[in-house]
Nanobody
Framework: QVQLVESGGGLVQPGGSLRLSCTGSGFMFSIFNMNWYRQIPGAQREFVAT???????LYADFVKGRFTISRDNAKSTMYLQMNNLKPEDTAVYYC????????WGQGTQVTVSS
């Protein structure tokens, strides 16, 4: 069945960069819009970015051009390139597919601290 697996999180200093990956399986990855969300403990899960099946993108305002979402359908993988990271970016980042129902990965922790 549908599975989403995130990777690439870690500890970085403010201003640093990180690249997250999400690999999907159990469905035809190429035809679905895919999304990144993030969640700070005790807070609601928050939208970060979307990439459609055709490659169109949509970003949350707080990204301010710092993040880039992309996908490689041959690898059934979506990426989130995060540059100029800020402490407020600290969160668990989740891969998501909305259509038909919500599917979520297990999340990958991103911590931005000096």
């Amino acid at each position: 069945q549908v599975q989403l697996v995130e990777s690439g999180g870690g500890l970085v200093q403010p201003g640093g960069s990180l690249r997250l990956s999400c690999t999907g399986s159990g469905f035809m990855f190429s035809i679905f819009n895919m999304n990144w969300y993030r969640q700070i403990p005790g807070a609601q899960r928050e939208f970060v970015a979307t990439i459609t099946s055709s490659g169109s993108t949509l970003y949350a305002d707080f990204v301010k051009g710092r993040f880039t979402i992309s996908r490689d359908n041959a690898k059934s993988t979506m990426y989130l390139q995060m540059n100029n990271l800020k402490p407020e970016d600290t969160a668990v980042y989740y891969c998501n597919r909305h259509f038909q129902r919500d599917y979520w990965g297990q999340g990958t922790q991103v911590t931005v601290s000096s």
